[in-house]
């Protein structure tokens, strides 16, 4: 057995890289023990005698299956939860997707004109998206049923029975 020590290290700086990733082809290892420049130890890369072996990664498959699942909104329960429930999902974030679809409905009844403009507070459809009413506004996301009585009852003057 020769020694091609030398030449795996001389392989390695010619190639950029460690020790370990150097391949020397079994079967040419008198052609390799010859080798004793870098310009011989490059004409053994070029004819592939001495391999650069490819990088051990960390395998993404295993992540990329995870997330999928995530996706699908698997792997959500509660032995998967680390935070409370409003550090998860904070109240404002909560309040934040609650009045915005409100706002964006009370300027589309205001620009219909269903809401009288010079005084609009004082609709009740404003008391109900501040919250001073019992009775909460529904969110934007339910059915156009929800909101076909509140227009109806706009349309006709918006009296407070």
């Known amino acids: 057995m020769v020694d091609l020590k030398y030449q795996k290290r001389m392989a390695a700086e010619v190639m950029k890289c460690g020790t370990q990733r150097i391949y020397l082809d079994p079967n040419k290892t008198e052609d390799i023990s010859e080798a004793v420049t870098r310009t011989d130890i490059k004409s053994l ?41 409003y550090a998860r ?50 969110p934007s996301g339910a059915d156009p049923a929800i909101y076909n009585p509140i227009l109806l009852w706009i349309t006709q003057g918006a009296l407070d029975n």
């Open 45 to 85: 890369i070029k004819n592939r005698v001495i391999i650069k072996k490819q990088k051990k990664g960390v395998s993404r498959g295993r992540a990329r299956y995870i997330a999928r699942q995530k996706k699908k909104g698997k792997r959500k329960g509660p032995g998967s939860r680390k935070g409370a429930k």
């Open 89 to 138: 999902f904070p109240k404002k974030r909560r309040w934040i997707q609650t009045i915005r679809p409100l706002r964006r409905k009370l300027k589309e009844y205001r620009d219909g004109g269903y809401i009288d403009t010079l005084m609009p507070e004082q609709s009740e459809l404003y008391e109900w998206v501040v919250g001073n009413r019992r009775i909460a506004m529904p």
